[in-house]
Nanobody
Framework: QVQLVESGGGTVQAGESLRLSCAASESAWNFRLNTMGWYRQAPGKQRDMVATITNSGGTTYAASVKGRFTISRDNAKKTFYLQMNDLKPEDTAVYYC?????WGKGTLVTVSS
């Protein structure tokens, strides 16, 4: 059974950085063929797209994170990443990775002011 597992969440001060990772299980033979993405859900709010990356490396970003966040992937490791710089309190949320019709369980990012 293919799984996605996020890591790298935590609590930071405003202005600091974090890097999230999402690792697909070894059985995910088609990882490199798929668009992968990061979403986030703040308390009491809907889950929103943060960033996506296609199989050829094309990226899209939510307007609120453009210029601060960078999505990347390493197909050999079946892992993709979200580098988050200049974090703001409004970035506080549970971050989920998704792709191949699968969602990870989420990792909490808390940014204090």
């Amino acid at each position: 059974q293919v799984q996605l597992v996020e890591s790298g969440g935590g609590t930071v001060q405003a202005g600091e950085s974090l890097r999230l990772s999402c690792a697909a299980s070894e059985s995910a033979w088609n990882f490199r063929l798929n668009t992968m993405g990061w979403y986030r859900q703040a308390p009491g709010k809907q889950r929103d797209m943060v960033a996506t990356i296609t199989n050829s490396g094309g990226t899209t970003y939510a307007a609120s994170v453009k210029g601060r966040f960078t999505i990347s992937r390493d197909n050999a490791k079946k892992t993709f990443y979200l580098q988050m710089n200049d974090l703001k309190p409004e970035d506080t949320a549970v971050y989920y990775c998704t792709g191949m019709n699968i969602w990870g369980k989420g990792t909490l990012v808390t940014v204090s002011s």
